[in-house]
């Protein structure tokens, strides 16, 4: 099922990134642009083994695997040539600790070079170990201090709503644990009564959130007013069946359950 819009593009059949004119932008003064790429999800493990850098957080990384590459392959409209487009579809990474995979999935995409990502987490690298907007082209906020992604896209989707901007779609990536900081809760307690339709949460569930909530996190979320769905994290056409499911008139949160992080051995940080 998709959702239409007043100009009659369903939201989960919108042309989706890899559709998109992919011009090559050529190399920039920030990670550097790719050209055309048929790279596919297959190919995501190489990438990722590129980056040899110190990370702290492989299995955070992980963890948003499949769901990033869901997301960029079938549903956001934005493209290398097109990040800076009016009406692109914005992702805003508020898990911003362990990004090898964020890279890894732009660097598939085309919007930093395989080149890049053999730098990562180096001194004058690019791609550090929390994304930087500035620097990581595709990138639509510097994150890592968690809490503060939703209440950003809250932002967002108000400001595309002022400026009268019905088609671009707002994604926030979250890990569970960043529910236990306040600054969610009022987003989230916000944007349902908002009414804020081009508000989509992404929130990776990986056992990591010290207070969890009374009926699972979807519950905490339909509360509020918004569309909730829960899945299997690793399951791409599960994933793409909650991505595009209709919500109108309210915002979407998709529930991603992966295995914990304890399964690993590491601390509880998102």
Same mark, same amino acid.
Do not use: N, Q, T
């Given at each position: 099922m998709t959702q239409t819009t007043a100009n009659s593009h369903p939201v989960g059949a919108r042309p989706e990134a890899g559709a998109e004119a992919e011009a090559e932008v050529g190399a920039g003064s920030r990670a550097g642009t790719a050209g055309p790429t048929a790279t596919g999800f297959g190919d995501l493990d190489r990438l990722m083994s590129l980056m040899t850098g110190d990370e702290k957080h492989g299995p955070a990384a992980t963890s948003t695997l499949d769901a990033l590459w869901v997301l960029y392959d079938r549903v956001l409209r934005v493209s290398p040539a097109t990040a800076d487009?009016?009406?692109?579809?914005?992702?805003?990474?508020?898990?911003?600790?362990?990004?090898?995979?964020? @890279?890894?999935?732009?660097?598939?995409?085309?919007?930093?070079?395989?080149?890049?990502?053999?730098?990562?987490?180096? @001194?004058?690298?690019?791609?550090?170990?929390?994304?930087?907007?500035?620097?990581?082209?595709g990138a639509e906020i510097g994150s890592g201090s968690l809490g503060h992604g939703l209440p950003l896209g809250v932002g967002t989707a108000l400001g595309l709503r002022a400026q009268g901007r019905t088609e671009p779609r707002v994604w926030v990536l979250i890990g569970d644990a960043e529910l236990d900081e306040g600054s969610n809760h009022e987003a989230i307690a916000y944007a349902g009564p908002a009414g804020l339709e081009a508000l989509h949460t992404l929130v990776i569930d990986n056992g990591s959130a010290t207070h969890g909530w009374p009926g699972g996190i979807a519950s905490r979320f339909a509360s509020a007013g918004w569309s909730a769905v829960t899945v299997d994290g690793r399951d791409h056409e599960a994933l793409y069946a909650a991505y595009t499911l209709p919500h109108p008139g309210r915002p979407h949160a998709v529930i991603a359950r992966v295995e914990s992080k304890a399964d690993h051995g590491e601390p509880k940080i998102a």
């Open positions: 487009a009016p009406e692109r579809d914005r992702f805003l990474l508020s898990k911003g600790h362990g990004p090898m995979a964020y @890279y890894a999935v732009l660097a598939a995409k085309g919007f930093v070079s395989e080149e890049s990502l053999s730098g990562f987490g180096s @001194y004058d690298s690019p791609l550090g170990h929390h994304p930087d907007r500035v620097l990581v082209p």
